[in-house]
């Protein structure tokens, strides 16, 4: 009996950057409890940017946290790359945040007394981590702040600030950047700005970028859309449009 070979040909999917598996997160309030998760499976791959959305008190933020390391999930567990984080030390999971996860969020985060070059390189100089100078180059390139390096917060735009919070998540090269409602602060002409340069590095980069987001317009950017309700993963979009987005948000509030 003949044995079946693969086809050399055939394209082999890559292994996700991040699963999690069985997610759930309970929180004890005065004797009642509250399911934030309840046993979601979800993975994310190299490359591709995915916006997580659901109804207010859907888990959404519960869900990223439990992902990154920054909250601990009730059962579960996460793996990063073949390193499985839930589980992990405190000691161990700062490391992991600064080395191998980037971070962007709704408020800056930027030093004000640090100009936006200081501010984007300085994750690398807490690290003492050797700046990758052509990566740099070409990540100010990519957010388009060449000409506003030397200057202080104060003096940049709200959209300019946000963008060179995406350049120092981007800088060291992480294996995923989480991005929690990174428009929320920003008028509507820098968020399509800041929104345009995330979907790019994952384009021109590799990049793998997950999103929280109320926002079915700032979702359409994305290439993947992922819906929670009560805690559970119950539907998904790919190629979403604002449009798809919205009907697919309102069905599930009005259930």
Sequence with gaps: MSVPTADPASPVSPPPVVVARGLTKTYDTGGAQ???????DVEFHRGAFTAIMGPSGSGKSTLMHCLAGLDVPTSGTVHLGRTQI???RDAELTLLRRDRIGFIFQSFNLLPMLTAEQNILLPSQIARRKVDRDRFDRIVDVVGLR?????????LSGGQQQRVAVARALLNAP????????????????????????RSSTKEMQQTVVMVTHDPVAASYADRVVFLRDGRLVDEV?????????????KLEEA
């Design 147 to 155: 000409d506003r390096l030397h200057h202080l917060p104060a003096k």
């Design 238 to 250: 790919a190629d979403p449009t604002a449009e798809l987005v919205s009907a697919r948000l309102l």
């Design 175 to 198: 294996e995923v950047v989480y991005a929690d409602e990174p428009t929320g602060n920003l008028d509507s002409h820098s968020g399509t700005e800041v929104l345009e340069f995330l």
């Design 34 to 40: 509250v399911h934030a998760l309840a046993g979601v």
């Design 86 to 88: 839930t589980g992990l």
